[in-house]
């Protein structure tokens, strides 16, 4: 039997009777549930439509609806590049590739979708690893860095191009190309200096693009302190009018187009005065000269400009160093009392006299002019130059002479100014050919069996000793022949022919056949070095460079012989497969290796080895003049014209 319902206790009653209850609701309230009813789905579905979701999907080409929302605009792929050029995450691609279908969905579908979508792509990314893809995203960025690189350096290439056309100038050069020799084994020796040249060049790009040397078994870049903190791409500089000589047209470009728009010269620490103007005043200029591209001028005169602080002493003696961005100079501190040297503070005429001749400004030759001055005035002792002078008083240090380090390029630059001026400059031959007598008098000297050196001169004293940088003065003593008194002509030939026959008995007498950076004649050594640490060869010229003057003026094929014995040596002994570099013990057949390939590598060993090889047509020596890094100025009659006068009442 089912139980009896339980009333509901909120009926209600009147006066103890029960009132009856409405089963319906009126037709006023019905009309007001119905308008109710009617606007929350008028809202929700207004709502639902007006959802990202639905406005978001993309429709067909062509179908109704694409107006819901505008398309982005397409971003074609980088070549090479995996992802496109605004998509560098992968997961959220994948998804919006997947979500983004033609056909629309609901809210929650989506969501679903896009959630498993999400979930397929983690597990891809955990398949592969998070590395693999950021790798491939730097990838990607480095190569797109790289083609915007890239067409950033065309456009420069172009502007480049106009500008070289634009401002070149003629200036007369002669005998800057050309010079092949008739016989072909010759030729093939040429030819062969030239490989080494460029197979030094090649690794240099290759390894040290920009830096100022290269080291070739480290394969990187190397500076010393002569150039201060910067990378100023030296061996581009010193390197490049060898480039122009051999006919390597298509590294030259690619080292004039870095020197355009690279070179600035804006080291922050100290560089050496002597060392920049040899190598990148004295290279840009002869690249002027060569070339006549105004672009090489214009660096020469900024780089000198940042030089000339240098000069402001007492005296006018310029410092060895000087900070292009304080404007401010000072000497080695390991210089005798502070003081400046001759080869350094001597070394300067050529190239500032140039640039005054260029220029039509006056204060680059007049700087030059007060240094000599100033040296021509004070007295000498036993009529020689020493090596120290302090810029402030004015006085000599030690009584040390030497045409050796520290005094060497000074003696040459007096000779070579009266052959630049077009050998008018009567002074600098004057104080030329005094001082040759006076070292032929105090510091040459003959070995036991025969052999003339010229050794450092300290308190009267003459050391047993010869530098290899001495050896450049046999080609000296033969260049300073015409034009010489006639009772020196005949001397000066001797000691150019005997000097350079003792360097080079200096190179054969080691097992490498190449020369030491001192040797020395005590007891029964001559021409070898005794010490450890003078045995070493750092790629220098100066035996070569004497080579080369004694076959242009003699034209004995000993003197090829010569340089080509020590081009095999080179190839033997410093070659490796990055590029020259020096050895430390010429003595020993297996020398180590110093890791160095020095730019006067490029700027003087090659260039005098390619011209003892070429014909006298090219760079003849009544048009050009070396510096003292080999960079080739013209012989200009009008410098040193003004003050010819002068010259002669001293």
């Known amino acids: 039997?089912?139980?009896?319902?339980?009333?509901?206790?909120?009926?209600?009653?009147?006066?103890?009777?029960?009132?009856?209850?409405?089963?319906?609701?009126?037709?006023?309230?019905?009309?007001?549930?119905?308008?109710?009813?009617?606007?929350?789905?008028?809202?929700?579905?207004?709502?639902?439509?007006?959802?990202?979701?639905?406005?978001?999907?993309?429709?067909?080409?062509?179908?109704?609806?694409?107006?819901?929302?505008?398309?982005?605009?397409?971003?074609?792929?980088?070549?090479?590049?995996?992802?496109?050029?605004?998509?560098?995450?992968?997961?959220?691609?994948?998804?919006?590739?997947?979500?983004?279908?033609?056909?629309?969905?609901?809210?929650?579908?989506?969501?679903?979708?896009?959630?498993?979508?999400?979930?397929?792509?983690?597990?891809?990314?955990?398949?592969?690893?998070?590395?693999?893809?950021?790798?491939?995203?730097?990838?990607?960025?480095?190569?797109?860095q790289l083609q915007r690189e890239e067409e950033e350096k065309r456009k420069q290439e172009e502007k480049n191009k106009?500008?070289?056309?634009?401002?070149?100038?003629?200036?007369?050069?002669?005998?800057?190309?050309?010079?092949?020799?008739?016989?072909?084994?010759?030729?093939?020796?040429?030819?062969?200096?030239?490989?080494?040249?460029?197979f030094a060049w090649d690794n240099y790009v290759q390894y040290a693009w920009g830096q100022n040397e290269l080291k070739p078994i480290s394969k990187r870049g190397h500076s010393a302190s002569i150039f201060g903190n910067s990378a100023m791409g030296a061996t581009i500089v010193d390197g490049l009018d060898t480039l122009y000589l051999m006919g390597l047209m298509d590294e030259y470009k690619k080292g004039r187009d870095w020197i355009a728009t690279n070179l600035k010269m804006e080291a922050t620490a100290d560089i050496s005065v002597f060392e920049v103007t040899i190598r990148f005043v004295g290279g840009l200029l002869a690249a002027f000269a060569m070339t006549g591209d105004q672009m090489f001028k214009d660096k020469a005169v900024m780089i000198a400009d940042k030089l000339l602080p240098a000069f402001n002493t007492p005296t006018g003696i310029p410092w060895a160093l000087v900070n292009t961005k304080r404007g401010n100079g000072r000497n080695w501190g390991w210089a005798s009392g502070g003081s400046s040297l001759l080869a350094e503070y001597g070394t300067l005429h050529l190239e500032f006299?140039?640039?005054?001749?260029?220029?039509?400004?006056?204060?680059?030759?007049?700087?030059?002019?007060?240094?000599?001055?100033?040296?021509?005035?004070?007295?000498?002792?036993d009529g020689l130059y020493p090596i120290y002078i302090n810029p402030k008083t004015g006085k000599?240090?030690?009584?040390?002479?030497?045409?050796?380090?520290?005094?060497?390029?000074?003696?040459?630059?007096?000779?070579?100014?009266?052959?630049?001026?077009?050998?008018?400059?009567?002074?600098?031959?004057?104080?030329y050919d005094q001082a040759m007598t006076a070292i032929d008098k105090m510091m040459v000297q003959k070995s036991a069996s025969g052999l003339t050196y010229v050794g450092d001169y300290k308190n009267k004293r003459v050391e047993k000793k010869m530098d290899h940088l001495s050896c450049f003065s046999g080609g000296m003593f033969m260049l300073g022949v015409e034009?010489?008194?006639?009772?020196?002509?005949?001397?000066?030939?001797?000691?150019?022919?005997?000097?350079?026959?003792?360097?080079?008995?200096?190179?054969?007498?080691?097992?490498?056949?190449?020369?030491?950076?001192?040797?020395?004649?005590?007891?029964?050594?001559?021409?070898?070095?005794?010490?450890?640490?003078e045995k070493y060869y750092i790629l220098r010229p100066e035996v070569i460079e004497s080579y080369f003057y004694?076959?242009?003026?003699?034209?004995?094929?000993?003197?090829?012989?010569?340089?080509?014995?020590?081009?095999?040596?080179?190839?033997?002994?410093?070659?490796?497969?990055?590029?020259?570099?020096?050895?430390?013990?010429?003595?020993?057949?297996?020398?180590a290796q110093d890791d160095?390939?020095?730019?006067?590598?490029?700027?003087?060993?090659?260039?005098?080895?390619?011209?003892?090889?070429?014909?006298?047509?090219?760079?003849?020596?009544?048009?050009?003049?070396?510096?003292?890094?080999?960079?080739?100025?013209?012989?200009?009659?009008?410098l040193g014209a003004k003050d010819s006068h002068a010259n002669d009442r001293r």
Not at 422 to 429: F, L, P, Q, S, V
């Open 162 to 198: 106009e500008l070289l056309e634009v401002n070149r100038v003629d200036t007369g050069a002669v005998g800057v190309s050309g010079g092949e020799p008739t016989d072909q084994d010759t030729k093939m020796k040429r030819d062969k200096i030239k490989e080494m040249m460029k």
């Open 550 to 591: 004694m076959w242009r003026f003699t034209k004995d094929p000993k003197y090829r012989d010569w340089g080509w014995d020590a081009a095999q040596a080179l190839e033997k002994y410093c070659r490796t497969p990055g590029g020259f570099t020096g050895i430390r013990d010429v003595y020993n057949p297996n020398p």
């Open 396 to 431: 000599w240090g030690q009584n040390h002479a030497s045409l050796g380090a520290m005094g060497d390029s000074f003696y040459e630059y007096l000779l070579k100014s009266w052959i630049m001026s077009g050998k008018i400059d009567n002074n600098a031959r004057r104080m």
């Open 353 to 381: 006299a140039y640039l005054t001749e260029l220029t039509g400004n006056s204060v680059y030759l007049d700087k030059v002019k007060r240094v000599r001055e100033v040296i021509s005035e004070l007295d000498k002792p």
């Open 596 to 638: 160095v390939q020095q730019s006067f590598f490029l700027a003087e060993t090659l260039k005098y080895l390619y011209l003892l090889f070429s014909e006298d047509t090219l760079l003849p020596l009544d048009s050009w003049v070396f510096n003292t890094e080999a960079h080739p100025l013209p012989v200009k009659t009008s």
């Open 1 to 144: 039997m089912a139980a009896a319902p339980l009333l509901p206790t909120h009926r209600r009653y009147v006066n103890g009777v029960p009132v009856p209850q409405r089963q319906t609701l009126r037709m006023s309230e019905k009309f007001m549930v119905l308008l109710i009813v009617a606007a929350f789905l008028f809202v929700l579905v207004g709502a639902m439509f007006f959802l990202p979701e639905f406005r978001e999907k993309v429709v067909g080409p062509g179908e109704p609806g694409d107006i819901f929302r505008p398309q982005p605009p397409a971003s074609p792929p980088v070549e090479g590049l995996k992802f496109h050029q605004h998509d560098f995450d992968p997961v959220e691609n994948v998804a919006r590739d997947v979500v983004d279908s033609p056909k629309s969905r609901g809210k929650q579908e989506l969501e679903i979708e896009q959630e498993k979508v999400l979930q397929e792509a983690r597990q891809v990314l955990n398949k592969f690893g998070d590395d693999d893809v950021k790798n491939d995203i730097k990838q990607d960025k480095a190569k797109l």
């Open 483 to 533: 034009g010489a008194p006639e009772e020196l002509k005949n001397r000066y030939k001797e000691l150019g022919t005997e000097i350079t026959n003792t360097c080079h008995e200096s190179y054969i007498r080691s097992a490498t056949r190449l020369g030491p950076e001192a040797f020395r004649f005590e007891g029964n050594v001559e021409a070898m070095s005794i010490r450890q640490n």
